[in-house]
């Protein structure tokens, strides 16, 4: 019977594109393993290559249709406005409610003195 | 050519000017969120395309992020950079839109990436790459399942940790650890070894017969 094993780098090319964010996976061991073998050195290589790529395209904008900024800026506005009469229709509320309750103290008021009349 | 002191001076004022803009705009001054906005929608707009793959829904997903930018500013506490702020909602956005299409269409999207806006790398590094493998990075992002290209955008162009990704696409930690594993294995494949197949092959044919 034959026994499969697993090449070194075999499982380390499974690690590898994890390597790029946290270099401490590479034990002391693979490490010495990796710098005698060009084909991991390769792969680590590779990846290495494709984050660089992918870092510069940060560097490289799509370009936008310009009319996208005017409704951007529309759409602000309009939740601006929004906003603005929320506030003013929550303080009309609030003026009310003031308005209403003050009313409804007032009248409760007067109740209670015309009882407390009546009853002397 | 700038000197990387000077770049550095540069990018620092930037971000104070940008700090002045929020603070201001956090206190109600309109204009200066609309400053904000006119500095930072290209790269915006960028990052929404890049997760989105199409267009239409990037402009959709850069409203709707300066929408919920706009409301959520007093929120904003400013131990992160605006700019990070905003593109942790762009994400949250992107997902919440891939999310309704998918349930709509049951499609994949992205297969058709336009390639309008090959602007030189300020990395001399990245200059010296050939063309036709920057086209074929994006080629290849595009490519990518939605889920993986989120990933990949988000944390090796845009450099957002682990942990923010996750938080902004609804996922766990490990679940996007393993998305980034499959999404750079796949790139990997697609452009790196692709190009050098290809340029062997090349080579062999270029080879005069013995």
């Known amino acids: 019977m034959t026994m499969l094993t697993v090449l070194p780098c075999d499982r380390l090319a499974e690690v590898m594109p994890d390597l790029l964010d946290d270099p401490e996976l590479l ?35 799509i370009a936008a249709d310009p009319e996208l900024l005017e409704e951007i800026l529309a759409g602000l506005d309009s939740a601006a406005e929004r906003r603005a009469r929320h506030r003013i229709a929550g303080r009309r509320a609030a003026s009310i409610m003031g308005l209403a309750a003050a009313t409804a103290a007032g009248v409760g008021g007067v109740l209670v003195l015309a009882t407390r009349r009546r009853s002397a | 050519m700038v000197a990387p002191a000077a770049a550095a001076d540069v990018a620092r004022s930037g971000h104070n000017e940008m700090g002045a803009l929020v603070a201001e705009a956090r206190d109600g001054d309109r204009g200066a969120f609309d400053a904000l906005v006119r ?95 920057r086209d074929a990075v994006q080629r290849a992002l595009a490519a990518l399942p939605p889920k993986l290209r989120a990933v990949v955008v988000l944390r090796d162009i845009y450099d957002l ?50």
């Open chain 1, 27 to 61: 034990s002391p061991t693979d490490a010495a393993h990796v710098s005698q073998c060009l084909r991991c050195q390769a792969e680590m290589a590779r990846f290495r290559r494709l984050r660089r790529m992918l870092l510069n395209l940060r560097e490289q904008p």
């Open chain 2, 39 to 133: 500095r930072t929608w290209a790269d915006t707009y960028s990052l929404a395309f890049r997760l989105t793959g199409n267009a239409e829904d990037a402009r959709e997903v850069c409203q709707e992020a300066y929408l919920r930018a706009f409301r959520g500013l007093r929120r904003f506490r400013g131990d992160a950079r605006f700019t990070t702020w905003l593109y942790r909602i762009t994400a949250n956005c992107a997902s919440t839109q891939l999310g309704r299409r998918r349930r709509h269409r049951h499609e994949e999207l992205g297969e058709d990436l336009e390639l309008n806006d090959l602007s030189p790398s300020v990395d001399p590094v990245g200059r010296s790459e050939s063309a036709s493998l």
């Open chain 2, 161 to 210: 940790s682990h942990e923010v990704i996750a938080a902004e696409l609804g996922i766990s930690v490990s679940a996007a650890k393993v998305r980034l594993h499959r999404a750079r294995h796949r790139l990997r494949d697609d452009v790196l070894l692709r190009s050098e197949v290809e340029g062997s092959s090349n080579d062999d044919v270029d080879r005069p017969a013995m």
